[in-house]
């Protein structure tokens, strides 16, 4: 803590500050933590660059910081880098200095940088022409990417020093690499810049993107040192290495400075008197007070006491209720006054948003309601506190919205707001969470076959395939795709001397960089543009079957027309704006499981990873008020068929007699005496909620949305025979993502034990912040807190 | 010349949406001996909207239907069997000596073997093999077989275990597929053609698309004769249809009608004598440019060479001799390709730079041409033809071409199967391939002077080389 006297009363810059000064204060402050400050570790330039450069940099900006100065040595050793630090601590200074560094030892020297996004690439273009010629070196960067116009293309690829590009383009560029012979050829350093961003189907692309990368590098004799640049994960070593394929030097150690702050952790007051002990999810939903329109509050309080404020929401619509209901809250605050707020999103027109930029960082505006919009990069100068509406899915992220506050040397105050969730009220219980060390690591699923199996038609037409290339494409699993497609008629010759593509030209451009399937449903919009990536079949079926409606950047859209049997499916979506959701309701089966490993646990107990066959039918819906979580209409059949999943999964098995015990601790009765729905309602309601708590929270331990998983949960499985619970990747082929939830059971089944008895919901259902799940296709039911309780106790015990 | 059959496919979502007289244009296009309707279930509809279109003397053959054809045929001097269920296939060895020669292929027609492709489990299925080869009974049968599966992609060809198996176009005409027919040929090769549902019927004509055609049909034009026969008034009162692209309709409809090339423009072709190419590679994604051929003179007196490599392990060596015989002999000449922004230009670039990078300036520097591009996509000129094909507009303009019994994708075919196995029996029959190739340059000068024939002015002394042009057109192929 410093040692600054507290601020006075009005100004509620302080979380016990907001404590004694908020009017409707009702034990809303779970938890209040107070970040000290750190000062900076620096290095001289001339300890790690040549003296020419060094002084340049000297002049221009300063010291280094020593995460930098580290990671510039390893690079000079040979070594192939990535730098884990926090946002804003100047990792861009590090491959930038590497460039520099090449170019003077080579002129011609070449350097291709990867963002994730075309802004970003956009923004750092600038600077590093700006960075480059304040140093005083002819280095020009160029962006080259969809948006690049064809009379550029080829007089950036034959001049520019540093081309600046993303992923979904270079996919497409391998299939003319010859255009870029000269580029290849001198390219000495490649930066993977927010490597931590590629997980999930999209890093699994992105991976084998890269492998074909570095596979026609070195067809033209060249091996480029990797940067990745990465926020911090928890396993940096490892995600460069499944990105990449190389091994790398992590440099963590960050030292950049970092400014004083508060974070208030934030628990909208709930309406008990409302709920019964059976409750269910909607009348939880019901009780609590909106989280937007408790921020809303907070945010007005902070604004009438002269303390700037960033609000950050989840969604478009939220950010505008969010300014609404902000003023509201203002002119019935005691000291009520007018509060100038406006709300921030990509959905509104460039000048509105240049316009919200501007006053708000010349203090026109007390507040301002966003969505992530703001997160990354614009700026908007800084405030004196933000405010995070829910926890916003990662670590990274919630560092990212608590980073914005804070100016100089005075205090600065961030709020969490947390919802109804399981993850939200998890991090109010243990905020040591986000406060600690343990991050979530990021997850590439390289075993993914339809994936894998797409970018070995790209790398054959890129250049014949030879047996050498089985080092580039893990080995003997490239020669069984090769004969599948030699099979299929897409590929000719044999390995042993060339294997050459014969299918039809640029099989890069049938690849989606965000869907594994073979079956991708477009998605058009009726009445306007929409920018939305194909939709793998699962999750069409799922989400987007017709009627349903969902959210995308924040604004929602209703299906009206679901096109399957022609060979481009399609979805038709048109842009809605009702107080609904979908509730979709499913059968499940899983079958023809295949464990690839098995942990014996021993008393009957057994943790098993494979593959098997999900299928599942997503058979009605219906829509549901937000607010009073009522049926807004009948069920409705989806008119869908059943589908089937082949993909990874992870299962516990439980002995027989765990049924048994669990119902005599819960009823008290001998088990013979209880009627087969009791059993259901009870053991079967315990095994459920371990399978809905272990998803729900898994997220804590990996980069992910709880969606790209699925669950299953039986008191006797035909093919195990015993009780058990499957997770399984929601994705045909897999994500990866079972197989660590396989790996780390202990942790997660640990944080979901804390986390349902910690819960403060009555009766034995549940509620969403434990093990109700809104994606539920039995409309949770049944689901049991005690028997989870007891579910979990006898697993961990074995574990 | 060896006796061959033609098999037009058609998959039923194709028939059952075209109307009678795009059907028909199909029909006449490939004048077929067999139609072969695809698909899985019965489709009375189709079938009984094509058997409307056809003559007697076509057979209509479609395997999923309730009562289909079988048994042996003899068409065009090409033996088939028809074999829509296994029964059939175990009837080979009663027809072998009775109905079929065994010394001469044959073609089992059927609809019994599909395609699989498991990615998940990286294998590939041929369903329905086992019943199907378990039926045939390889071991006793006498003669060779080519196998023809209308549940298979028309591009599909592979040999399963000594069974060869060629796809009968499942979706022929449909999204996007062309259209496909096979020539089966009595040597036991097949070879597939190709045209786009656009470039028949009324959709043929320059600046007419799907809504135009029907919009059209509904005003009573329904073929192209009836367009190049009416006065443009009558179609530019059409709504929608100014006097402009009423001009362009009727114009190309005439450059069909009459086989004339219609000029658009009084843009000049270039100066300088054209020196033509063509080139053969080793498919659509070429990684070889084996044969260069170039006519250095007229359509009717030029002189042919080619540059030629039966070596696959040099594969830079034809286009470094070309390069060397051009930059020595021809250089401030116009190289001239048909569609070769699309294809040959950017190929000998990429193999420019992958097998004698030395040469790229110098590539750089030429002045390229293309035809197609200046007429077609720059709409300098209305070309006729049924289809903008090379060899298509040349027959129109009156050029007779040998046949060699050749189509693109098998002459790169020979070479790919020459490339995995250089044996005897595999070496392709080099004179064959460059008369073929010779018939494609000499057919492109045809073209070539005919365009230069129709200009509407006659070209004037410019300066020979035009940079920015070929800027340009580079922009127009650029990624
Ligand atoms: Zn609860
Ligand atoms: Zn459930």
Same mark, same amino acid.
């Given at each position: 803590?410093?040692s600054?006297?507290?601020?006075p009363?009005?100004?509620p810059?302080?979380?016990?500050?907001?404590?004694?000064?908020?009017?409707?204060?009702e034990?809303?402050?779970?938890?209040?933590?107070?970040?000290?400050?750190?000062?900076?570790?620096?290095?001289d330039?001339?300890?790690v660059?040549?003296a020419?450069?060094?002084?340049?940099?000297?002049?221009?900006?300063?010291?280094?910081?020593?995460?930098?100065?580290?990671?510039?040595?390893?690079?000079?050793?040979?070594?192939?880098?990535?730098?884990?630090?926090?946002?804003?601590?100047g990792?861009?200074?590090?491959?930038a200095?590497?460039?520099?560094?090449?170019?003077?030892?080579?002129?011609?020297s070449t350097?291709?940088?990867?963002?994730?996004?075309?802004?970003?690439?956009?923004?750092?273009?600038?600077?590093?022409?700006?960075?480059?010629?304040?140093?005083?070196?002819?280095?020009?960067?160029r962006?080259?990417?969809?948006?690049?116009?064809?009379?550029?293309?080829?007089?950036?690829?034959?001049?520019?020093?540093?081309i600046?590009?993303?992923?979904?383009?270079?996919?497409?560029?391998l299939?003319?690499?010859?255009?870029?012979?000269?580029?290849w050829?001198?390219?000495?350093?490649?930066?993977?810049?927010?490597?931590?961003?590629?997980?999930g189907v999209?890093?699994?692309?992105?991976?084998w993107?890269?492998?074909?990368?570095?596979?026609?590098?070195?067809?033209?004799?060249?091996?480029?040192?990797?940067?990745?640049?990465?926020?911090?994960?928890?396993?940096?070593?490892?995600?460069?290495?499944?990105?990449?394929?190389?091994?790398?030097?992590?440099?963590d150690?960050?030292?950049?400075p970092?400014?004083k702050?508060?974070?208030a952790?934030?628990?909208?007051?709930?309406?008990?008197?409302?709920?019964?002990?059976?409750?269910?999810f909607?009348?939880?939903?019901?009780?609590?007070?909106?989280?937007v329109?408790?921020?809303?509050?907070?945010?007005?309080?902070?604004?009438?006491?002269?303390?700037?404020?960033?609000?950050?929401?989840?969604?478009?619509?939220?950010?505008?209720?969010?300014?609404?209901?902000?003023?509201?809250?203002?002119?019935?605050?005691?000291?009520?006054?007018?509060l100038?707020?406006?709300?921030?999103?990509?959905?509104?027109?460039?000048?509105?948003?240049?316009?919200?930029?501007?006053?708000?960082?010349?203090?026109?505006l007390?507040?301002?309601?966003?969505?992530?919009?703001?997160?990354?990069?614009?700026d908007?100068?800084?405030?004196?506190?933000?405010?995070?509406?829910?926890?916003?899915?990662?670590?990274?992220?919630?560092?990212?919205?608590?980073?914005?506050?804070?100016?100089?040397?005075?205090?600065?105050?961030?709020?969490?707001?947390?919802?109804?969730?399981?993850?939200?009220?998890?991090?109010?219980?243990?905020?040591?969470?986000?406060?600690?060390?343990?991050?979530?690591?990021?997850?590439?699923?390289l075993?993914n076959?339809?994936?894998?199996?797409?970018?070995?038609?790209?790398?054959?037409?890129?250049?014949?395939?030879?047996?050498?290339?089985?080092?580039?494409?893990?080995?003997?699993?490239?020669?069984?795709?090769?004969?599948?497609?030699i099979?299929?008629?897409?590929?000719?010759?044999?390995?042993?001397?060339?294997?050459?593509?014969?299918?039809?030209?640029?099989?890069?451009?049938?690849?989606?960089?965000?869907?594994?399937?073979?079956?991708?449903?477009?998605?058009r919009?009726?009445?306007?543009?929409?920018?939305?990536e194909?939709?793998?079949?699962?999750?069409?079926?799922?989400?987007?079957?017709?009627g349903?409606?969902?959210?995308?950047?924040?604004?929602?859209?209703?299906?009206?027309?679901?096109?399957e049997?022609?060979?481009?499916p399609?979805?038709?979506?048109?842009?809605?704006?009702?107080?609904?959701?979908? =509730?979709?309701?499913?059968?499940? *089966?899983? !079958?023809?499981i #295949?464990?690839? &490993? /098995?942990?014996?646990?021993?008393?009957?107990?057994?943790?098993?990873?494979?593959?098997?066959?999900?299928?599942?039918?997503?058979?009605?819906f219906?829509?549901?008020?937000?607010?009073?979580?009522?049926?807004?209409?009948p069920?409705?059949?989806?008119?869908?068929?059943p589908?089937?999943?082949?993909?990874?999964?992870?299962?516990?098995?439980?002995?027989?007699?765990?049924?048994?015990?669990?119902l005599?601790?819960?009823?008290?009765?001998?088990s013979?005496?209880?009627?087969?729905?009791?059993?259901?309602?009870?053991?079967?309601?315990?095994?459920?909620?371990?399978?809905?708590?272990m998803i729900?929270?898994?997220?804590?331990e990996?980069?992910?949305?709880?969606?790209?998983?699925?669950?299953?949960?039986?008191?006797?499985?035909p093919?195990?025979?015993?009780?058990?619970w499957?997770?399984?990747?929601?994705? =045909?082929?897999?994500?990866?993502? *079972?197989? !660590?939830?396989? #790996?780390?059971? &202990? /942790?997660?089944?640990?944080?979901?034990?804390?986390?349902v008895s910690?819960?403060?919901?009555?009766?034995?259902?549940?509620?969403p912040?434990?093990?109700?799940?809104?994606?539920?296709g039995?409309?949770?039911?049944?689901?049991?807190?005690?028997?989870?309780?007891?579910?979990?106790d006898?697993?961990?015990?074995?574990? | 010349?060896?006796?061959?059959?033609?098999?037009?496919?058609?998959?039923p979502?194709f028939?059952?949406?075209?109307?009678?007289?795009?059907?028909?244009?199909?029909?006449?296009?490939?004048?077929p001996?067999?139609?072969?309707?695809?698909?899985?279930?019965p489709?009375?509809?189709?079938?009984?909207?094509?058997?409307?279109?056809l003559?007697?003397?076509?057979?209509?053959?479609?395997?999923?239907?309730?009562?289909?054809?079988?048994?042996?045929?003899?068409?065009?001097?090409?033996?088939?069997?028809?074999?829509?269920t296994?029964?059939?296939?175990?009837?080979?060895?009663?027809?072998?000596?009775?109905?079929?020669?065994?010394?001469?292929p044959?073609?089992?027609?059927?609809g019994l073997?599909?395609?699989?492709?498991?990615?998940?489990?990286?294998?590939?299925?041929?369903?329905?093999?086992?019943?199907?080869v378990?039926?045939?009974?390889?071991?006793?049968?006498?003669?060779?077989?080519?196998h023809?599966?209308?549940?298979?992609p028309?591009?599909?060809?592979?040999?399963?275990?000594g069974?060869?198996?060629i796809?009968?176009?499942?979706d022929?005409?449909?999204?996007?597929?062309?259209?496909?027919?096979?020539?089966?040929?009595?040597d036991?090769?097949?070879?597939t053609?190709?045209?786009?549902?656009?470039?028949?019927?009324?959709?043929a004509?320059?600046?007419?698309?799907g809504?135009?055609?029907?919009?059209?049909?509904?005003?009573?034009?329904?073929?192209?004769?009836?367009?190049a026969?009416?006065?443009?008034?009558?179609?530019?009162?059409?709504?929608?249809?100014?006097?402009?692209?009423a001009?362009?309709?009727q114009?190309?409809?005439?450059?069909?009608?009459?086989?004339?090339?219609?000029?658009?423009?009084?843009?000049?072709?270039?100066?300088?004598?054209?020196?033509?190419?063509?080139?053969?590679?080793?498919?659509?994604?070429?990684?070889?440019?084996?044969?260069?051929?170039?006519?250095?003179?007229?359509?009717?007196?030029?002189?042919?060479?080619?540059?030629?490599?039966?070596?696959?392990?040099?594969?830079?060596?034809?286009?470094?001799?070309?390069?060397?015989?051009?930059?020595?002999?021809?250089?401030h000449?116009?190289?001239?390709?048909?569609?070769?922004?699309?294809?040959?230009?950017?190929?000998?670039?990429?193999?420019?730079i992958?097998?004698?990078?030395?040469?790229?300036?110098?590539?750089?520097?030429?002045?390229?041409?293309?035809?197609?591009?200046?007429?077609?996509e720059?709409?300098?000129a209305?070309?006729?033809?049924?289809?903008?094909?090379l060899?298509?507009?040349?027959?129109?303009?009156?050029?007779?071409?040998?046949e060699?019994?050749?189509?693109?994708?098998?002459?790169?075919?020979t070479?790919?199967?020459?490339?995995?196995?250089?044996?005897?029996?595999?070496?392709?029959?080099?004179?064959?391939?460059?008369?073929?190739?010779?018939?494609?340059?000499?057919?492109?000068?045809?073209?070539?002077?005919?365009?230069?024939?129709?200009?509407?002015?006659?070209?004037t002394?410019?300066?020979?080389?035009?940079?920015?042009?070929?800027?340009?057109?580079?922009?127009?192929?650029?990624?």
């Open positions: 803590m410093s600054d006297p507290d601020p009363e009005y100004a810059i302080t979380a016990r500050g907001l404590e004694r000064t908020f009017p409707q204060y034990g809303q402050l779970q938890h209040a933590e107070s970040v000290s400050a750190q000062a900076g570790a620096y290095v330039p001339h300890e660059l040549g020419g450069l060094a002084d340049s940099i000297s002049e221009s900006v300063g010291d280094l910081y020593t995460h930098q100065a580290s990671a510039l040595r390893h690079l000079a050793d040979g070594d192939d880098v990535c730098v884990a630090t926090s946002t804003s601590s990792k861009t200074y590090v491959y200095l590497q460039i520099a560094r090449n170019y003077l030892a080579d002129p011609d350097a291709l940088l990867v963002y994730p996004t075309k802004a970003l690439s956009r923004d750092q273009e600038q600077e590093l022409n700006e960075f480059f010629s304040t140093l005083g070196l002819n280095i020009s960067v962006v080259y990417d969809g948006d690049t116009p064809q009379n550029r293309r080829k007089q950036i690829r034959e001049t520019a020093d540093v600046i590009t993303n992923f979904v383009g270079i996919n497409v560029y299939a003319h690499h010859t255009r870029w012979h000269t580029f050829a001198n390219c000495d350093l490649l930066a993977i810049d927010e490597s931590h961003t590629y997980t999209h890093g699994m692309h992105v991976a993107t890269i492998r074909r990368l570095r596979r026609i590098l070195e067809h033209y004799d060249s091996d480029p040192q990797i940067v990745c640049t990465s926020a911090t994960i928890g396993n940096p070593s490892e995600h460069s290495r499944r990105l990449t394929g190389k091994s790398f030097t992590v440099v150690e960050d030292g950049s970092r400014g702050r508060d974070i952790f934030w628990k909208p007051p709930v309406d008990d008197g409302l709920l019964g002990p059976d409750a269910d909607e009348e939880f939903q019901q009780a609590q007070t909106n989280p329109r408790e921020a809303s509050s907070v945010l007005a309080h902070l604004g009438l006491n002269g303390t700037q404020t960033l609000m950050f929401t989840r969604s478009r619509k939220n950010a505008e209720l969010g300014a609404k209901y902000a003023s509201n809250a203002a002119s019935s605050h005691p000291n009520s006054g007018y100038s707020v406006e709300p921030y999103h990509a959905g509104l027109g460039k000048e509105t948003r240049r316009g919200t930029e501007y006053q708000f960082k010349s203090e026109q007390d507040g301002v309601t966003s969505t992530n919009a703001l997160e990354l990069g614009i908007i100068g800084s405030m004196d506190a933000t405010i995070l509406t829910g926890y916003p899915g990662t670590r990274q992220s919630f560092w990212q919205q608590i980073g914005r506050s804070g100016r100089g040397d005075s205090d600065a105050l961030s709020v969490f707001v947390a919802r109804a969730d399981a993850i939200d009220q998890y991090i109010l219980d243990d905020p040591a969470y986000v406060l600690g060390d343990a991050i979530e690591d990021a997850v590439i699923g075993e076959n339809p994936v894998y199996a797409q970018h070995i038609l790209c790398a054959a037409q890129e250049h014949p395939l030879t047996a050498a290339d089985r080092e580039w494409f893990d080995g003997d699993r490239l020669d069984r795709a090769v004969e599948m497609w099979d299929a008629g897409k590929l000719a010759g044999d390995l042993s001397r060339s294997v050459r593509y014969t299918g039809s030209p640029r099989p890069q451009s049938d690849i989606s960089m965000y869907t594994s399937s073979d079956i991708q449903f477009d998605v919009c009726q009445d306007r543009d929409i920018d939305m194909p939709i793998d079949r699962e999750r069409a079926y799922r989400d987007h079957h017709e349903a409606l969902f959210l995308h950047n924040g604004v929602q859209y209703e299906v009206v027309d679901f096109v049997d022609v060979p481009n399609s979805i038709t979506v048109e842009e809605v704006r009702t107080n609904e959701y979908t =509730e979709t309701i499913s059968e499940k *089966t899983v !079958r023809n #295949d464990p690839e &490993a /098995t942990r014996e646990l021993g008393n009957g107990y057994q943790l098993s990873w494979g593959t098997g066959t999900v299928e599942i039918h997503y058979t009605h219906r829509r549901k008020d937000i607010n009073s979580g009522s049926a807004t209409q069920l409705r059949p989806t008119g869908l068929p589908i089937e999943l082949n993909t990874q999964l992870m299962w516990i098995e439980t002995p027989p007699s765990l049924q048994d015990d669990v005599r601790e819960i009823t008290g009765e001998d013979s005496t209880l009627t087969d729905s009791d059993v259901m309602e009870v053991f079967g309601g315990g095994l459920h909620g371990a399978e809905h708590g729900k929270l898994t997220p804590l990996l980069r992910m949305d709880k969606s790209d998983l699925g669950g299953l949960s039986t008191i006797a499985h093919e195990t025979g015993v009780p058990t499957f997770i399984h990747d929601a994705v =045909e082929g897999g994500l990866g993502f *079972t197989k !660590r939830i396989f #790996d780390q059971t &202990a /942790t997660i089944a640990e944080r979901t034990r804390e986390r910690q819960c403060d919901c009555n009766g034995t259902s549940g509620c912040a434990c093990i109700m799940d809104s994606q539920c039995n409309q949770n039911r049944f689901l049991h807190t005690d028997a989870t309780l007891l579910v979990l006898n697993l961990i015990n074995q574990l | 010349m060896s006796a061959s059959a033609r098999i037009a496919c058609a998959s979502q028939v059952d949406q075209a109307e009678p007289s795009l059907l028909d244009d199909w029909l006449t296009y490939y004048d001996s067999i139609v072969l309707l695809t698909g899985r279930s489709e009375p509809r189709a079938a009984s909207h094509l058997r409307r279109q003559d007697s003397e076509t057979l209509l053959y479609h395997p999923a239907s309730d009562a289909p054809a079988s048994g042996p045929r003899r068409i065009d001097g090409v033996q088939f069997v028809l074999s829509p296994e029964q059939t296939l175990c009837k080979l060895r009663e027809y072998e000596h009775r109905d079929l020669n065994v010394d001469r044959s073609f089992v027609l059927s073997l599909e395609l699989d492709v498991d990615t998940t489990s990286l294998s590939t299925t041929l369903v329905g093999r086992e019943e199907y378990s039926s045939l009974q390889t071991n006793q049968l006498e003669g060779e077989y080519v023809i599966s209308a549940s298979l028309a591009d599909y060809r592979r040999e399963w275990d069974l060869s198996v796809g009968g176009g499942i022929s005409g449909y999204a996007g597929t062309p259209l496909v027919a096979l020539d089966c040929r009595d036991g090769r097949v070879l053609r190709s045209v786009t549902r656009s470039q028949l019927g009324l959709r004509l320059d600046q007419v698309g809504k135009r055609a029907q919009q059209l049909r509904e005003a009573g034009f329904t073929s192209r004769e009836d367009i026969s009416t006065s443009t008034s009558s179609l530019s009162d059409l709504p929608g249809l100014g006097q402009t692209i001009d362009r309709i114009q190309s409809a005439t450059a069909i009608a009459h086989d004339e090339i219609v000029r658009k423009s009084d843009d000049p072709l270039p100066n300088g004598d054209p020196v033509y190419i063509d080139i053969e590679t080793d498919g659509l994604s070429p990684t070889i440019t084996w044969l260069i051929g170039v006519l250095d003179g007229t359509a009717t007196d030029g002189r042919y060479l080619s540059f030629i490599q039966t070596n696959p392990d040099e594969p830079g060596r034809a286009i470094e001799d070309f390069l060397a015989w051009y930059t020595a002999n021809a250089s000449r116009p190289l001239v390709a048909y569609r070769g922004w699309k294809f040959d230009f950017s190929v000998i670039l990429d193999h420019i992958e097998y004698c990078p030395h040469y790229e300036d110098d590539w750089n520097s030429t002045y390229r041409f293309d035809p197609y591009q200046w007429a077609v720059k709409q300098n209305i070309l006729p033809g049924r289809t903008n094909k060899e298509d507009v040349a027959a129109a303009l009156g050029y007779e071409r040998d060699t019994g050749l189509t693109g994708a098998a002459v790169a075919r070479y790919q199967q020459w490339m995995a196995d250089r044996s005897p029996s595999t070496e392709p029959d080099w004179d064959r391939f460059e008369s073929y190739c010779e018939d494609d340059v000499r057919g492109l000068a045809v073209i070539y002077e005919s365009l230069a024939k129709s200009n509407r002015i006659v070209s002394n410019e300066p020979s080389r035009d940079i920015t042009e070929t800027t340009t057109q580079q922009r127009l192929s650029d990624w």
